[in-house]
Structure formats: structure tokens, C-alpha cells
């Protein structure tokens, strides 16, 4: 099993940037695709990015591609996401999940995280 504890979030300006966190814990986190998430109010949970167990292969939604970047550093049991040029439409909450195989869709994920606040202002 793996634990996971989103953080980063917060209130900024369109244009801005932020950095959130996905810290892990327990013995197979390098065994895990981790997966984020967003969920708008009135909207079911939105695929953003994920990345693989060693971190050679990632996946973008295309509403964030060129102004999100995932890594992992598996040494801190920690994920990024780092989102430049944020617009109005980025906020929502975010949550990582954990998974075996890269999925899109929410339904297929057991582990998850409680979930950051972004909010962008025009």
C-alpha cells in the first residue's frame, strides 16, 4: 500500500506559477504510477499528468501541455507538478493518486491523496 499527502496549492494571479507536491509513504512507492488529478466545482475528476516508476515516461492532458511538467524523485518518495502560465481555468482541487498501469480515468484508482486547493484570478 502507499499514503499519499498532496501540498503546494494556493491563491495566484494568471500567469503565475506553483509547484505541488505528492509526498508518499510506505515500502512500494517506486512500484507505483503516479497519476494527478484536478476536480472543478460541478465536474467529475479531470486527468492531468501521471508518470511512470522511474520517471522516463510521462503523460499530459492536452488543456496543460507545455505549461505543466511532472517529475519524481523517487529518493524523497516525492512527485512534482510543476504548472507555469496558469489560467483561470486551472482551479480546481489537485490530488495524486497511485496506480499500476496508466489510466485515465479516476474510477480505476484506490489510492489517493486529500487534495490541494489551486485557485487562479483573471
Known amino acids: 500500500q502507499v499514503q499519499l499527502v498532496e501540498s503546494g496549492g494556493g491563491l495566484v494571479q494568471t500567469g503565475d506559477s506553483l509547484r505541488l507536491s505528492c509526498a508518499a509513504s510506505g515500502r512500494t512507492f517506486s512500484d507505483y504510477i503516479i497519476h494527478w488529478f484536478r476536480k472543478a466545482p460541478g465536474k467529475e475528476r479531470e486527468f492531468v499528468s501521471a508518470?511512470?516508476?522511474?520517471?522516463?515516461?510521462?503523460n499530459y492532458a492536452d488543456s496543460v501541455k507545455g505549461r505543466f511538467t511532472i517529475s519524481r524523485d523517487n529518493a524523497k518518495n516525492t512527485v512534482y507538478l510543476q504548472m507555469n502560465s496558469l489560467k483561470p481555468e486551472d482551479t480546481a482541487v489537485y490530488y495524486c493518486?497511485?496506480?499500476?498501469?496508466?489510466?485515465?480515468?479516476?474510477?480505476?484508482?484506490?489510492?489517493w491523496g486529500q487534495g490541494t486547493q489551486v485557485t487562479v484570478s483573471t
Open positions: 508518470i511512470n516508476d522511474s520517471g522516463g515516461r510521462t
Open positions: 493518486a497511485a496506480g499500476r498501469v496508466f489510466s485515465v480515468f479516476a474510477s480505476r484508482f484506490n489510492y
